[in-house]
């Protein structure tokens, strides 16, 4: 979860932003309204949301997974991009923070496209499998919690389909998992995940030096028994 982190030097961001950034009114104002929250941080950058809309275009998608909303930004603009019959199940614990994302969901015309779940993520994609959706999503994205990151991955890649895609946010964590006298709990989870995904022969890898890092991992068809 990062707002505004970036691994290239103030003036060249800029530049990218101004040369690329097409970003909707309505997720612009999302944004401006998130950036006063004290939270803000938690929010994903305007770019990296454009890629993640581009994706999901281009895998013709329609069914996606979210774990972690915040205030919607993320759901808002994979919504956006869905056709009109695309779902985006989602997931939270928070009626606060969802509030705000529902208010923005429903001014954007795409909140019945968005159904929410308010619960621990771990219980609401337990429940998913149980109710038999799995290998039925196209894309996922994990944005929560970073303890529960293995977890989180473990049911998103039993819940997408082969050829799908799972997207993670903050693999890089402003830069902390690559110095090693950085050693407290949250970095160290990042690290482990991501040397596990390295090593995880049931997908395709890119880390993307996007924002605060994005992991794209796509399912090969061979990794479904």
Avoid at 67 to 79: E, H
Wanted: charged share 20%; with cysteine.
């Amino acid at each position: 979860m990062a707002n505004h982190k970036s691994l290239i030097e103030p003036q060249l961001y800029n530049y990218l932003l101004s040369t690329s950034l097409r970003e909707a009114d309505i997720l612009r104002q999302l944004r401006q309204e998130t950036a006063n929250h004290p939270m803000s941080n938690m929010q994903i950058a305007p770019e990296q949301g454009q890629f993640m809309a581009l994706l999901v275009q281009l895998m013709g998608a329609k069914k996606t997974l979210e774990v972690g909303v915040f205030t919607g930004y993320s759901s808002l603009v994979v919504a956006l991009a869905l056709p009109t019959d695309g779902k985006v199940v989602a997931c939270d614990v928070s009626e606060e923070f969802t509030a705000i994302a529902r208010r923005y969901w429903q001014q954007a015309g795409v909140a019945n496209k968005i159904d929410l779940h308010i619960a621990p993520a771990m219980e609401t994609l337990d429940n998913l499998l149980a109710a038999g959706a799995a290998n039925s999503f196209d894309f996922a994205f994990i944005d929560a919690d970073k303890s529960n990151y293995d977890g989180y991955y473990e049911r998103s890649l039993l819940l997408v389909r082969p050829g799908g895609l799972i997207a993670i946010d903050n693999v890089l964590w402003s830069g902390r998992v690559a110095d090693p006298q950085e050693q407290n709990n949250r970095t160290k989870n990042i690290r482990a995940f991501n040397e596990k995904l390295h090593q995880d022969q049931r997908i395709n890898l890119s880390l993307v030096p996007i924002a605060d890092g994005l992991t794209l991992a796509w399912k090969r068809p061979e990794s479904v028994d």
